[in-house]
């Protein structure tokens, strides 16, 4: 964070919530409030080997380190960035004779870097690592036995001739990162693949209707002697108009749930009651639990039983996809939205979420027509339910328009696309990846469907021969979580 960015928020005293941050100045959507870089960041244990431990993209051929043959970065320039945080670490590895867990290697490379810098407040930062709350008092008997075996596990690990800590203080990181462990994306922005601790974003406290959204810049390391070289970061960014003294929020949540659902997971993930305007309202809950209205109006029984047949269907289709039995999962959704549809609002938050399901695993399956008729659906329900600017809303639009276009729907398919871009260049950013790619389909679609109000015939002759010499894009294959969460909680 530069000293620009540090003088346009400060930390305040707010009320109930602890410490919290707000606006020295006015910004507007799409502004970047302030870029951070981690303070220290690890790969998940599971994607060691295909992720870059420096900038935590995806990529085909990783360079693997020739030292302690655990660390793979993209090539030299993301290996020698590694080399400050990773010399002890790899020799710690070496020692030890395997790596640990990612919350071991994540305590030992912020133990490295106080060992290294001291844990004041260094240069950018609002507050130490030594400040940050680590609710260690608020753990169950669970949680406490999981805090100790991490503790156990890092005293292993941790070489004898580095700095030494108290068993309190070792602790105080653990909790730390357990309720301020931030989500690391891969470049596409679709798969966690690390945690990582920014002390600065800590200190936006949660809205469920928030004016600001933290996404995760992987930055450009191709560019290294560029001004366009950018270092791994994350990014707040305004959603709304924000007037100088109003509070910056981000949410710890997906919106999609009602009040009561959302409340119990905050309470259960981060240890705190959340009274914003939306919970103590209930504002959209109506919409989330909507039942069909009009002359055929369902009993209040009859909505209880079909969101009880929801849920039991979600439970089977996780099921099966998790086994990758996708037309068994198709075969499900089909039955359930049988179901449903006489029966729940078009706003309905377990139709919703049987109508995403369908939709992206039909538009894996190459049934683009049916995939495109249930995206359509659902966004026109997510449209209703979340904020305009949001970024899973903006994902979901893009998703439907990308279906719409393999569909051969190209008015609604780039009318769609058009949507998405508009909200992700306020989320993400022109030069994210995923909006790079948004304006590649947007020129794309644009020019196909300036082809297709010429001519219509000759438009569908020259898809069909496109599609003959060329496979279709295929999606990719449908994924068995959601999209990334903003705190990384262990499981």
């Not at 949680?143 to 602790?171: C, H, N």
Request: aromatic share 8%; hydrophobic share 35%.
């Amino acid at each position: 964070m530069t000293k620009g960015e540090m003088e346009s928020v400060e930390v305040f005293a707010s009320e109930g919530k602890g410490r919290g941050l707000k606006a020295r100045k006015e910004f507007l959507p799409g502004d970047v409030i302030f870029a951070e870089p981690a303070y220290a960041a690890v790969v998940f244990d599971s994607l060691t080997h295909v992720i870059c431990h420096t900038c935590f993209k995806r990529q085909e051929r990783l360079h693997r380190c020739g030292q302690c043959k655990f660390a793979y970065y993209c090539d030299r320039t993301c290996q020698r960035a590694a080399w400050l945080n990773h010399k002890n670490e790899c020799s710690a590895i070496k020692r030890h004779g395997k790596a640990p867990t990612e919350n071991i290697r994540l305590a030992a490379r912020i133990m490295w870097k106080i060992e290294r810098e001291g844990s004041g407040l260094g240069e950018g930062c609002l507050v130490s690592i030594d400040d940050l709350q680590n609710h260690v008092d608020s753990l169950g008997e669970e949680e406490k036995k999981e805090l100790r075996a991490d503790v156990e596990g890092f005293l292993e690990f941790w070489p004898p001739q580095s700095q030494q800590f108290g068993m309190q203080y070792i602790s105080h990181i653990f909790g730390v990162i357990n309720c301020n462990g931030f989500t690391l994306s891969d470049q596409r922005g679709l798969q966690a693949v690390g945690v990582g601790i920014f002390p600065n974003l800590c200190q936006a406290n949660h809205d469920c209707w928030p004016n600001c959204t933290v996404i995760f810049n992987n930055g450009n390391h191709e560019a290294v002697r560029s001004m366009f070289h950018t270092q791994m970061r994350i990014e707040l960014r305004a959603l709304s108009k924000i007037s100088p003294g109003d509070e910056l929020t981000v949410s710890y949540v997906d919106f999609l749930n009602v009040s009561e659902e959302r409340q119990k997971q905050l309470k259960k993930q981060y240890y705190f009651d959340c009274t914003c305007e939306h919970c103590k309202k209930h504002i959209k809950d109506d919409l989330m639990l909507a039942a069909k209205e009009g002359e055929s109006k369902p009993s209040a029984e009859t909505v209880k039983e079909v969101i009880q047949f929801s849920k039991d269907t979600l439970e089977k289709i996780n099921k099966a996809r998790m086994e990758g039995l996708y037309h068994e999962v198709v075969k499900l959704c089909r039955e359930c939205l049988k179901k449903q549809e006489p029966v729940l609002g078009d706003t309905n938050i377990y139709l919703l979420r049987i109508l995403s399901i369908a939709s992206e695993v039909l538009s894996y399956l190459q049934m683009f027509e049916e995939a495109a008729d249930y995206a359509k659906r659902m966004v026109d329900g997510y449209l209703k339910i979340y904020h305009p600017n949001n970024a899973q809303l903006g994902m979901a639009v893009m998703r439907a328009g990308v279906t719409h276009w393999h569909a051969g729907l190209i008015e609604a398919g780039h009318g769609l696309i058009c949507k998405a871009y508009a909200i992700l260049l306020i989320t993400h950013g022109p030069s994210h990846p995923i909006t790079k790619d948004l304006e590649v389909m947007r020129v794309q679609t644009e020019m196909e469907l300036r082809m297709f109000q010429q001519n219509e015939y000759m438009y569908y002759k020259m898809r069909e021969a496109a599609l003959k010499n060329q496979k279709i894009q295929v999606m990719p294959e449908p994924s068995n979580e959601a999209s990334p969460s903003l705190f990384h909680k262990k499981e």
